[in-house]
């Protein structure tokens, strides 16, 4: 890109009037400024200074002097940094300037870039290096410098601003990287782990985390710290049991010697939060927001109190609502400052009647996705003014309707995906920022854990693009794309705009909801798609040949591809005539797994990715008994009996089993896993319907061979809420949300066989083996397809 092309996109990007000539930083070529940094700098303002020094030097090619305001003589031209005396003098007030607003201001021939604490002259030094250097943050390990002699800055420029939202966090790579945090910092993202990791330090200006106990679902972490031996603060169940304390379960939110623990457990937690922080001495500032959000899961109390008060206004929020109102009224008293936060989520999702949030009450809005089948259902592949996400768009306008402040838990991801299947959402995402902003929310935070290899399309333009928006979400996502492209992947810009258009052109044949429709019944997931963006691909290779870097982040884009193309291989290759290899393919996807472990850090495991290789090279053949049939197929890597049950199974080397692998519970296991002395049982159940299929085994029916079997747990009707279960403990379970289809009005029904391996004494008399109960495989085969479909 010409440096005149790179600055005239800056000044669409970035519109400021130029009305009174420029001050250059060389004359003749030679550098003539020096920068000023403050008497008594912070160490994120210090840091400021070495990054600006840093970058105009690279792209002057000549390092810029530093020196101290305290030995600055005047007679040069000058870039003061941070809270210089020189820039008080130019009428910045810094008490009225906030912890992360900004300003840039031509003085003169002098310019000063200063700002709040403790980011706002970080920021400052990146506004500029972005609007007048051209400097731009791509990646972690990509950023584009422009070489030029000297660069100008506009006589007038005048510039004072802050980041839209006050919180800024998308969660895509681990937040224990350096490197990656320093990009982020970069790109104005001021929060880790769920604003729960200091992932910035002094020098990178802190970041937002919230006050103690922790950032979400903290109700059991309150309780913890409660008195014990009082049964009646908990939830009461539809059994007439209580709850008790602990994750699983919930608070009674209505007994008032609930809400006065909870006032004055958050007062300590505050107080020590601001103690800790006093003994540092370096400079961070106290929490704002601290979480009052009930557990992560569905117990609602049944209480009589409760349910009154649900009735009263109209929704269960109300009970959650009234409940934080009535904290954040008592702490509001000595501490106006604080914002007490809770959320709109699951079973108190919908916005009650007759109360409102307080103004010091922040609802965090967390729409699952449909995969989750929770109400309103959402797409969270596609964006919130997408049709099919009208619902979930009505319930962030109601809440905006009532709510001064909203923050918002996002998810970018499909959590019931065991590969990820190609798609992008560049363009919804950005109407979805705009939208948010434009309801009322200050505080983003997104999950979409990219975990090592575990990628979708164009996930930096999607990194990026978010990180401009969430500073201006008024800009147009046009231009910020297209530099983006350019700058990214160089000559082959063009071909890679074709490809995401092309993705997001097709994902639209399919009209319900992605997140819930099987990849092999997608409407897009043709032939055509992949030879097409095959080709798209290799054009953009040719284009870039010989550059190493833009070579790496084209091939990226095709991890998803080839892991779909070889997980549906057999439906897209029935004539033998599909025009890729599968040696090539799956030796591509293992280069991609390793370089995407190279770039975003190993969340997954590099084992789970070759248990996927070996999986998707040799998928093991349909059984007879099911050939001809259509099914689900469950082994190797699709297959985790812990998922619905919790830490309790084994995976085993089994030499009998499918693939080798099989998930076990033997008598040397501790507790109920442990017990086989009762009949074997396994079986269904909807967690939604609460629909139980349940199948004993009598002494007959259990083989004496010590070998793997089929076995019919039962039909039930396909939903994003069913498990299989196995051993009376359940301590064997896997979700089987992939029999949900969102494109059906109706689902199908299924009948669900288990492959099970019996062994020793207590299955098969006389047996010299462990007791145990073992599974490699399930297989679901469609017994009734909805009316009207084929």
Known sequence: MGMRTAMTALLALFAYTVTGGEISSATDGKSDYMIVEAAAPTAAEAFAVKELAKFLGQSTLSAPRVIKEADFQGGTPAVFVGQTGFAGKSGIDFKNVGPEEWVVRSVGKDVVIAGGRPRGTLYGVYEFLERIVGVRFLDAHTVFVPERPAWKVPADLAIQAKPAFFRREIFMVTPHHPEHNLFQVRRRINSFGNAAVAGAGPELGFCVIFGSPYSTHTHHLYAKQFPTGQPEHYALTEKGTRTGPGPDGQMCLSHPEVRKLFAAQLREYLRQDRERIAQTAQGEPYPFVYDLTPNDNTNKCLCDRCQALAAKYGAYSGVVLEFTNSIA??????????????????????????????????????????????????????????????????????????????????????????????????????????????????????????????????????????????????????????????????????????????????????????????????????????????????????????????????????????????????????????????????????????????????????????????????????????????????????????????????????????????????????????????????????????????????????????????????????????????????????????????????????????????????????????????????????????????
């Open 329 to 790: 009224e008592d702490i509001a008293k000595d501490h106006p400052e604080i914002m007490v936060q809770t959320a709109a989520y699951t079973f108190y999702m919908e916005p009650p009647r007759g109360i409102v949030p307080r103004d010091n009450v922040m609802i965090r809005l967390a729409q699952l996705g449909t995969e989750f089948s929770m109400l309103p259902k959402r797409d969270t592949l596609r964006g919130l003014l997408h049709p099919v996400n009208a619902k979930p768009r009505e319930m962030l306008e109601a809440w905006s309707r009532v709510s001064k402040t909203l923050g918002v838990h996002d998810y970018w991801t499909a959590w019931n995906q065991p590969f990820q299947w190609p798609h992008a959402n560049i363009h919804g995402l950005a109407r979805t920022l705009k939208l948010y902003h434009q309801c009322g929310v200050r505080d983003f935070f997104v999950e979409d854990e990219l975990l090592g290899s575990r990628l979708h399309n164009f996930v930096d333009l999607q990194f990026y693009l978010a990180s401009r928006l969430l500073q201006d979400p008024v800009q147009d996502e046009g231009p910020i794309i297209a530099e983006f492209m350019k700058l990214y992947y160089g000559s082959a810009a063009p071909v890679m705009t074709r490809l995401l258009e092309y993705i997001e052109k097709r994902q639209e044949e399919e009209p319900a909801m992605l997140a819930s429709v099987p990849p092999a019944v997608r409407k897009y997931f043709d032939a055509r798609f992949f030879v097409e963006t095959d080709a798209l691909l290799r054009e953009a290779e040719g284009a870039a040949a010989g550059d190493a870097k833009r070579l790496a982040d084209i091939r990226q884009e095709r991890l998803p591809l080839d892991e779909t193309m070889l997980y549906l291989w057999n439906k897209l290759n029935p004539d033998g005539r599909w025009p890729f290899r599968r040696e090539e393919l799956l030796d591509r996807l293992r280069q991609n797994y390793a370089a995407a472990y190279r770039k975003y850090g190993g969340w997954a495991s590099e084992k789970a990715d070759a248990e996927r290789l070996e999986y998707l090279r040799d998928m093991p053949a349909v059984p007879a008994q099911f050939a001809g049939k259509k099914i689900i197929d469950l082994c190797g890597p699709q297959l985790d009996l812990r998922r619905a049950a919790g830490p309790f199974a084994r995976q085993v080397q089994d030499a009998d089993a499918t693939l080798r692998k099989a998930w076990r519970l033997d008598a040397t296991m501790p507790g109920p896993p442990g017990k086989h002395d009762q009949p074997p049982e396994f079986g269904l159940y909807d967690n939604q319907s609460k629909q139980l299929v349940r199948k004993t085994l009598a002494g007959p029916e259990v083989p004496k061979d010590e070998k793997y079997h089929f076995y019919s747990a039962g039909r039930i009707k396909g939903s994003a809420n069913l498990c299989f279960w196995a051993h009376h403990s359940w301590r064997l379970a896997e979700q089987l949300a992939m029999t949900y289809n969102a494109a059906l009005p109706e689902q199908a029904t299924y009948e669900v066989y288990a492959s099970i391996k019996f062994e020793g004494p207590a299955y098969v008399p006389g047996s010299t083996r462990t007791s145990a109960l073992a599974i490699d495989r399930l297989i679901l085969v469609e017994v009734a397809s909805p009316s009207g479909q084929p």
